[in-house]
Structures are given as structure tokens and as C-alpha cells.
């Protein structure tokens, strides 16, 4: 047997321990927000890797958005070195679980298994990959345990609510900086023979446009703000929307609606504040003076984040000439630039091959509508060898009863593994 052979006989022989290591995660319930149990959950990784060699180190996400002393932001960064010098290899999991939602017939916490399946808020995202990455790592030390460089395993915070407890703050202190790390891989759950190449940009804002207050049975004495928020909306559905469907990508985007731009409206608020649900008693009459809308546009890598911003003060513009009093202000509230690892960088070379030789057929490449902590790892570390890849169905993410494959594990966890064999023997 060669050690390729062996190791897959090995991540297979584990298959069991793979599972429970899954279901033991999940019942660490991580939830975000407002950051539950990172203290906890790192503790547990560091227990486990202890045991496997890892040096761990404990990372708070001193002063982070998010971080505080009830809830503070832990990170795991755990590091095992091999026995000569050479490329380190470093799985990035985020511990963190979005809210569970209604409509489960499971126990969200319990990681209940049936039918080859194990159940759970964060099974697939992204609790399984993590656990694929810890079960190879392990199964490559147990059979080549004279490797050159390292490899690193981390599990960080917050990637839920746009991970600045998290990646971003270890790649601030320099942990993804390419002198220290040169490959990596994020379990994210984009399907087994799929490798993520990265992310469409976010463009956040508030647009707010304003009028004045008067008695609403006099409308006519005052300048109804939700009324020019309304022609806004107007300008967007006749010029915008149909101006961005046309704008098309090159990028590999799943699913096919987002390879063009897109832009949601996430709120709309105009006027009096809404009361607390006890309330009983009517509103005032009031002309709001008032209407905030916050949008959020997906830009592609064709586009420049000047252009996105200059559509948006032109649609309004438009309205302006129409309409003698209309004033306005537009505010960022947070900015991603698109990122895309190129399909020849090493890594996405590697996870290719790998793909091929477990699964039998080519790998996809695909790129992500929505962001993840790939932004900070190439924004900030400045790494650009960095791809998701791990197992589990995209579209169970963040739903009722998520569920990762047992199968669907132990294959990443093999195609984990050769890539450690290729990069690192
Ligand atoms: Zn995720």
C-alpha cells in the first residue's frame, strides 16, 4: 500500500470517531449573537489536538466589534510542525451557529444521528467541515509523520456577523500572513466536489431622505420624507433594477440568478418609531420628517466600488431634479471588495486533483454570492491562496433540521487528507 492508500484506509477506519467529533461540536451551542460558548468550544479543540500534537494558542478578539467581557470573542489557533521545513497548510473554521429559527423536528443542540445524517444548528455550517479537517490532519500524522512545514488548524468567531472577532482580527495580529502561512483551506460547506474560488463584493448603505414634520391633517404645511423615499424606490425599479439584471459576470457564481448584480432592500423606516407591542393606544399625526432605507448591493468583480457607489447618487439625482425639495445623505455602513483565488494557484490545484482521485470525477469551481472570511484573509493577510472547500449542501445552511452527510464527510475529510499528502510530503 502506498501512503496514499493508507491514509485513506485510515480516515476511513475513523469514520465513527469522525461522527462523534461532529456531534460533539454541535452540542456546544455557539450561537451568534450574541457569541455563546467560544470559550468552551476552543477548549474542547485544544483538548483534542493536544492529544494529536497541535500547540494551541488562545486568542481574544481583545476590543473587536462584539467582544466584551460577558461575551468575549475566543479563537483557537492551533499549530503542529512537521520534521523539516516546507509550506504550512492551515483549515480555518468558523465555531460559530446562526440562531436556530422555528420549524425543527429535531433537537437543534442534540446532534441526533439518522440515516447516515447528523443533525443540528451549524451540522453543515459548518461544524461537519471542521471536524473533516481535524479527522484528516490527524489521520495524515498517524500515517506520514515525518512531513515537511506545518499544518494549522484554527476555529474562530463571529463569521456569521462579518467575522471581525474573528479571522479578521487574527489576520490583523499577522496569522494569515503569507512568511507564516501559505495555504488555505475553509471548510465551508460548498459540497464536496465543489472548490469555492471566493466571493462576490457588498456594498451596505443607508440612504436617508428627509422632509419636514407638521400636523397630519395638514400635510400640505410640511414635506412628507416618506413620499420622496417613494420616488426613490420608483427611480430604482425603472432604471436601476433593470440596468443591473443586464450587468452579467465571468465568475463561476452559484447559484445562476447571482452571476448578476444584484441589490436588496433590507429595511425601510420612515417616520414615528414603532411602539412596544403593549402598546395600545393610536399614533400621532405627524408628516414624517424622516426615512432611512438600508440597501444591500452584491457587486461583481467587473465592477469598481466607485461605480456601485456613483449608480446610487445618480438614481438619486434624478429624483432631485424632479423635485424641488428633496434632500439627502447616503451612508456606508460597510464595504467588501469581491475576492477570487486565481484557478491556478496551488492550493485550488492540489484540492482539484484530490477531488478527481476520491470522487471519481472533475471538480467545480464556483464562487460564492455572499461573503466569507475570505475577504480578511486576502484584504488583510494579503494571502491569496485561499479556497473553501468542505462538505455539506449550501442550501441547508442556516435552515430548520440542518443536517451534514456521514459519507459526505469522510469524502472531504479523504480529499483533506491527499491534499496534505501532496503539499506537505
Ligand atoms: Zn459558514
Not at 523539516?84 to 446532534?111: I, Q
Not at 465551508?188 to 463584493?201: A, F, S, V
Not at 467588501?336 to 496551488?346: D, F, H, I, Q
Request: aromatic content about 6%; proline content about 5%; hydrophobic content about 35%.
Amino acid at each position: 500500500m502506498d501512503v496514499t492508500e493508507k491514509l485513506m484506509a485510515e480516515i476511513e477506519a475513523r469514520r465513527d470517531d469522525l461522527t462523534a467529533l461532529c456531534q460533539d461540536l454541535i452540542r456546544i451551542p455557539t450561537l451568534n449573537p450574541p457569541g455563546d460558548n467560544y470559550r468552551e468550544i476552543c477548549d474542547f479543540l485544544a483538548r483534542r489536538l493536544e492529544k494529536s500534537g497541535f500547540a494551541c494558542e488562545f486568542v481574544r478578539a481583545h476590543g473587536a466589534k462584539g467582544d466584551s467581557d460577558k461575551y468575549p470573542r475566543w479563537n483557537l489557533v492551533a499549530r503542529r510542525e512537521g520534521t523539516r521545513s516546507g509550506d504550512c497548510v492551515h483549515f480555518n473554521s468558523h465555531t460559530d451557529v446562526v440562531e436556530v429559527g422555528r420549524g425543527w423536528t429535531k433537537d437543534p443542540f442534540g446532534g441526533e444521528v439518522e440515516d447516515g445524517k447528523v443533525y443540528g444548528r451549524g451540522a453543515c455550517d459548518m461544524k461537519g467541515g471542521l471536524a473533516a479537517s481535524i479527522v484528516a490532519a490527524e489521520a495524515f500524522i498517524a500515517v506520514c509523520p515525518e512531513y515537511a512545514g506545518a499544518i494549522e488548524i484554527s476555529g474562530t468567531a463571529d463569521e456569521e456577523s462579518g467575522g471581525f472577532g474573528g479571522v479578521a482580527y487574527l489576520a490583523e495580529q499577522g496569522f494569515f500572513d503569507p512568511k507564516r502561512v501559505q495555504h488555505v483551506i475553509i471548510p465551508e460547506p460548498l459540497n464536496k466536489d465543489r472548490i469555492c474560488l471566493g466571493h462576490r463584493g457588498v456594498w451596505w448603505a443607508e440612504i436617508e431622505t428627509y422632509g419636514e414634520i407638521a400636523h397630519g391633517s395638514m400635510p400640505f404645511l410640511g414635506d412628507c420624507a416618506v413620499r420622496h423615499m417613494g420616488a426613490v424606490m420608483t427611480e430604482m425599479e425603472d432604471t436601476l433594477f433593470p440596468a443591473l439584471a443586464m450587468k452579467r459576470t465571468d465568475m463561476p457564481v452559484v447559484p445562476e440568478g447571482a452571476k448578476q448584480s444584484t441589490l436588496n432592500i433590507n429595511s425601510i423606516h420612515g417616520g414615528e418609531n414603532e411602539q412596544a407591542a403593549d402598546y395600545t393606544g393610536l399614533p400621532s399625526p405627524c408628516v414624517p420628517d424622516s426615512c432611512r432605507m438600508v440597501i444591500d448591493r452584491r457587486f461583481l468583480i467587473e465592477e469598481d466600488i466607485d461605480e456601485v457607489q456613483a449608480e446610487i447618487h445618480a438614481i438619486l439625482q434624478a429624483v432631485k431634479e424632479r423635485r424641488a425639495t428633496f434632500t439627502y445623505d447616503v451612508r456606508e455602513l460597510q464595504r467588501v471588495l469581491p475576492s477570487m483565488t486565481e484557478k491556478s494557484a496551488p492550493v485550488v490545484q492540489t484540492v482539484a486533483r484530490a477531488i478527481s482521485d476520491v470522487m471519481g470525477r472533475d471538480a467545480q469551481y464556483v464562487v460564492s454570492p455572499g461573503t466569507y472570511d475570505q475577504k480578511h484573509i486576502d484584504r488583510i493577510g494579503r494571502l491569496q491562496n485561499c479556497i473553501a472547500y468542505g462538505p455539506g449542501i449550501l442550501d441547508l445552511a442556516h435552515k430548520p433540521d440542518e443536517y451534514v452527510g456521514i459519507d459526505d464527510m469522510v469524502d472531504s475529510a479523504k480529499v483533506m487528507g491527499r491534499s496534505l499528502v501532496e503539499l506537505l510530503t
